[in-house]
């Protein structure tokens, strides 16, 4: 059974960091894209950033370009979005994704975790 | 930049069918992805690659796309379908979303 695991969320100052993990299972991790999606409260979905199954490629949404940044550990099942200079509109549940080159779309969604930027 | 538009929102008597459109530039030349999300819960896709169910999505899903627009329909909406839906498309490694449409079975 495919699972996704996120964590890390919390609240945070504006200006802070944080290090969103997710941990897979029930497929083999190094053969998929992964992504990052958040929700803003009562808003629709947002993509963030994708990564590559092998890292050698990442992509970003333009608003978090420079201060977010998406990797991960194939050997650990992993991913992760560190985000740095974090500002209130980037409020949001963050979901990890599995990306599906055959769906052309997202077929496995984490649980999402709040992140909350606020003083 | 590219961009998806949905309807804000849609209603739809029970048993009857519930079309929800996105539109975008040419967008019946990309492949499109519909998921639901009921409050509290994760999304999850009822339509890939245009018109595909993936395994446990009941046949009243279906999906077309063809020039500007492409549509989720729902035939014979059970109360169970009010949820809120999102269109996606996958171009140049960016992923897309449509603003979401609010479905009211009523």
């Known amino acids: 059974e495919v699972q996704l695991v996120d964590s890390g969320g919390g609240l945070v100052q504006p200006g802070g960091s944080l290090r969103l993990s997710c941990v897979a299972s029930?497929?083999?991790?190094?053969?998929?894209?992964m992504t990052w999606v958040r929700q803003a409260p009562g808003k629709g979905l947002e993509w963030v950033a994708n990564i590559k199954y092998d890292g050698s490629a990442k992509y970003y949404v333009d608003s978090v370009e420079g201060r977010f940044t998406i990797s991960r550990d194939n050997a650990r099942n992993s991913l992760f979005l560190q985000m740095n200079s974090l500002r209130a509109e980037d409020t949001s549940v963050y979901y990890c994704?599995?990306?599906?080159?055959?769906?052309?779309?997202?077929?496995?969604w984490g649980q999402g975790t709040l992140v909350t930027v606020s003083s | 930049s590219y961009e998806l538009t949905q309807p804000p929102s849609v209603s739809v008597s029970p048993g009857q069918t519930a079309s929800i459109t996105c539109s975008g530039d040419?967008?019946?030349?990309?492949?499109t992805c519909w998921y639901q999300q009921k409050p509290g819960q994760s999304p999850v896709v009822v339509i890939f690659?245009?018109?595909k169910r993936p395994p446990g999505i009941p046949e009243r899903f279906s999906g077309s796309n063809s020039g500007n627009t492409a549509t989720l329909t729902i035939s014979g909406t059970q109360s169970m379908d009010e949820a809120d839906y999102y269109c996606q498309v996958w171009d140049s490694s960016i992923v897309l979303f449509g603003g979401g449409t609010k479905l009211t079975v009523l």
């Open positions: 029930g497929f083999t991790f190094t053969t998929y894209w």
């Open positions: 690659k245009d018109t």
């Open positions: 040419k967008l019946g030349h990309k492949s």
């Open positions: 994704a599995r990306l599906n080159t055959a769906y052309e779309g997202v077929d496995y």
